[in-house]
């Protein structure tokens, strides 16, 4: 037998309320795990080195026009 997604939907609202947290635990594995681009990554160092810096913006600085 081929599960559908109607299927586990279907399961998922069967299953008592204290074991969804391990079934959640069980469905992320199977979530393909993404790669961040080389861009990506240049991207959120330059952003450390900003906040180590002190050199960043608070929601208060930005003009929301």
């Known amino acids: 037998m081929v599960a559908t997604r109607e299927q586990l939907r279907n399961i998922i609202d069967v299953v008592d309320s204290n074991d969804l947290n391990v079934l959640y635990q069980v469905l992320v594995k199977f979530i393909p795990e993404v790669e961040p681009l080389p861009d990506e ?5 330059l952003g ?7 050199e960043l913006y608070t929601m208060e600085d930005i003009d929301w026009g």
């Open 41 to 45: 990554i240049e991207a959120i160092r």
């Open 48 to 54: 450390r080195e900003e906040i180590k810096h002190g």
